[in-house]
């Protein structure tokens, strides 16, 4: 069973960093784009950007260019989403999805809730 | 402002058909030949239903269909059920990035 585990929700004071994980198993890891997808509360769903394990080739949309940093270990089959400095607009559930050879994203992580406050 | 525009609710009660459209600026029809839509309950991670436009993945219903004209790509769910209440994204390519839709409410009335 091809499936993506995230790491669990957490709870930040504005200012602090912070690194939350998208264990994926089932398949080949470094074969297929991991991406990474942020849902303010009550909003909508934003793209933030793309990482393909195989050899870390990133692409982060504009919107979130300089706020985030997305990187992979391969090795133990992790993708990572990362902030130097988290600001309270930062609060908000974050999904990895493996991109299939289709261009669609399946599966899903559960999530991750990231709460920023001081 | 997404690149990708949808309504922001549609309405059925239980047996109808709707449709929830998904219009982007551009005339590139590659846009349209890679939508992808995903279904999301609340409190969920989104499923997708639809992709490469039209495809429907094993394990869909077949009450989901779709179609792309122009610079419009459509959902339609027919045979409306109250599990079919939820929030419809679609998504697609659009320049260099992957791009969202703003997302469309379901109410099953």
């Known amino acids: 069973e091809v499936r993506l585990v995230q790491s669990g929700a957490e709870v930040k004071k504005p200012g602090e960093s912070l690194k939350i994980s998208c264990k994926g198993s089932g398949y080949n890891f470094t074969n297929y784009w991991i991406g990474w997808v942020r849902q303010m509360p009550g909003k909508g769903l934003e793209w933030m950007g793309i990482i393909y394990p195989g050899n870390s080739n990133t692409r982060y949309s504009p919107s979130f260019q300089g706020q985030v940093t997305i990187s992979a270990d391969k090795s133990i089959t992790t993708a990572y989403l990362q902030w130097r400095s988290l600001k309270a607009s930062d609060t908000a559930m974050y999904y990895c999805?493996?991109?299939?050879?289709?261009?669609?994203?399946?599966?899903w992580g559960h999530g991750t809730l990231v709460t920023v406050s001081s | 402002q997404s690149a990708l525009t949808q309504p922001a609710s549609v309405s059925g009660s239980p047996g109808q058909s709707i449709i929830i459209s998904c219009s982007g600026t551009?005339?590139?029809?590659?846009?349209?030949?890679?939508v992808s839509w995903y279904q999301q309950h609340p409190g969920k991670a989104p499923k997708v239903m639809i992709y490469e436009g039209i495809r429907r993945p094993s394990g869909v219903s077949d009450r989901f269909s779709a179609s792309k004209s122009g610079n419009t790509a459509s959902l339609t769910i027919s045979g409306l059920q109250a599990e079919d209440e939820a929030d419809y994204y679609c998504?697609?390519?659009?320049?260099?990035?992957?791009?969202f839709g703003g997302g469309t409410k379901l109410t099953v009335l």
């Open positions: 551009s005339s590139d029809a590659g846009i349209y030949n890679l």
């Open positions: 999805a493996r991109q299939s050879a289709d261009f669609y994203y399946d599966p």
């Open positions: 998504f697609s390519h659009v320049g260099s990035y992957w791009v």
